[in-house]
């Protein structure tokens, strides 16, 4: 009886690689997963599973991960207000620790004796899939074909052809890697430390030129609605978000990184709805949670967001900080105002119930209700008491 290896498949030139090797070469039962986290449209799912059984597979599986991708890990970066490095919502990252997560559950359901990815030596995911792997399924041997064989792409290609299989190889002139959180854009240009990315590279070509207004409503920190729709879930008010603002060209940048391997990585991506969603969250969170609220949730957000993007999602020290997070959201309630141009957003204001900044308490720069002048005396007296004896203390 042939032993079984679940494939994290794709359709691409290295998991069709795998997928002959596996089954001619070292005959194994091939049963091949692709985990949408939301970047797969019904007829991408259907030809990538055609194409998996044209390989050989002896079964092929479509694991939608949307709904859970957020609810386990993307409502946190929302939570966190992470941005990696000021700059990129861990599109990626936080999708391949998802991925690989469902693709080890699946390896346990099935009984598999092995698990297999097509990552080569070189890149961040195959620390990430062989760690998860490593934790989640310990008892299931890991195949990297293509990294354990050293194949260069020229390789891949001759082999394929020797073994009858048909299908463009021609090299897509940009990598393109689509999911809820954002869409990543690889090129000749991110290869180097100077190159911005052409118009065309982009996936979403700019269309819309009329400034457009948008009430975003947030419940406990997850976005509910836009303009009025409510959405029965969260991750669909992303993507009817996404829909809306992508056409502006606005969440388009080049985030520069440290990979897990120790070297600088370059990647453009475009993240309309995420970019949006981290600054109008953040907004209405400087108004309604308290300075120290902010600054803990800051650092916290900060090991969160690198510590995910290394892979260690199931390390217990994420939960903590998620139940921290979830507890900071009680008062991130109301409606946040955005403005949309091309190339460009700009958050304009907040209405809340939980609003800190209330004129019943004062108003900034102006006239206070809540304290008097010579209050404000004695207080910075002995707010600074401390400072004056050490000055004094050491001569100073």
């Known amino acids: 009886m042939k032993k079984k290896v679940v494939l994290a ?25 692709i985990v949408n986290t939301g970047g797969f449209s019904d007829e991408e799912l259907k030809q990538v599973e055609e194409r998996a059984y044209k390989m050989g597979v002896t079964s092929h599986h479509v694991v939608d991960e949307t709904a859970n991708f957020y609810d386990t890990c993307v409502r946190f970066l929302i ?61 299931v041997q890991i195949m990297t074909p293509i990294r354990d064989l050293k194949l260069s792409r020229e390789e891949e290609i001759q082999y394929l052809k020797d073994h009858g299989v048909e ?5 897509n ?45 947030f419940e406990k920190g997850e976005l509910v609605a836009i303009d009025g729709t409510k959405y029965d879930h969260p991750a669909k008010a992303i993507q009817a978000l996404q829909a809306i603002a992508q056409p502006y060209g606005v969440g ?16 453009g991506f475009e993240a309309a709805a995420p970019m949006i969603i981290i600054k109008a969250h953040h907004t209405l969170e400087k108004h309604v949670l ?43 309630s109301g409606k946040v105002f955005v403005e949309l141009h091309p190339y460009r957003f700009m958050v304009t204001g907040i209405e809340s119930d939980h609003d800190l900044m209330s004129n019943k308490f004062g108003t900034y720069g102006e006239m206070n209700n809540a304290w008097s002048g010579e209050d404000v005396k004695g207080f910075s007296k002995i707010f600074g008491n401390q400072v004056m004896i050490y000055n004094k203390v050491n001569g100073k």
């Open 290 to 332: 308290t300075k120290w609220q902010l600054s803990w949730k800051d650092q916290l957000s900060s090991f969160y967001g690198n510590w995910l993007h290394e892979g260690q999602f199931h390390d217990p020290i994420m939960r903590n900080i998620e139940a921290f997070l979830t507890d900071t959201q009680q008062t991130v």
């Open 173 to 217: 002139k940009y990598s393109i890697n689509k999911g809820i959180w954002g869409t990543s854009v690889g090129g000749k240009e991110t290869l180097t430390s100077h190159q911005g990315l052409p118009e065309d590279a982009w996936p979403t070509q700019v269309t819309a030129s009329e400034p457009k207004n948008l009430e975003l409503v």
């Open 79 to 139: 939570y966190g207000n992470v941005l990696k490095n000021n700059t990129y919502p861990l599109s990626v990252s936080a999708e391949r620790v998802s991925q690989a997560t469902a693709i080890a559950n699946y390896a346990k359901e099935i009984g598999a004796e092995y698990v297999a990815h097509g990552s080569t030596g070189a890149g961040n995911d195959q620390v990430r899939f062989d760690m998860i792997f490593n934790i989640l399924v310990p008892n």
């Open 252 to 267: 388009r940048d080049i985030h520069v990184g440290d990979t897990i391997i120790g070297i600088k990585g370059r990647v």
């Open 167 to 171: 299908m463009n190889f021609e090299k």
């Open 9 to 33: 498949y794709s359709g691409g030139l290295d998991t069709s690689f795998c997928c002959i090797y596996l089954t001619q070469d070292l005959g194994l039962e091939v049963h091949s997963v």
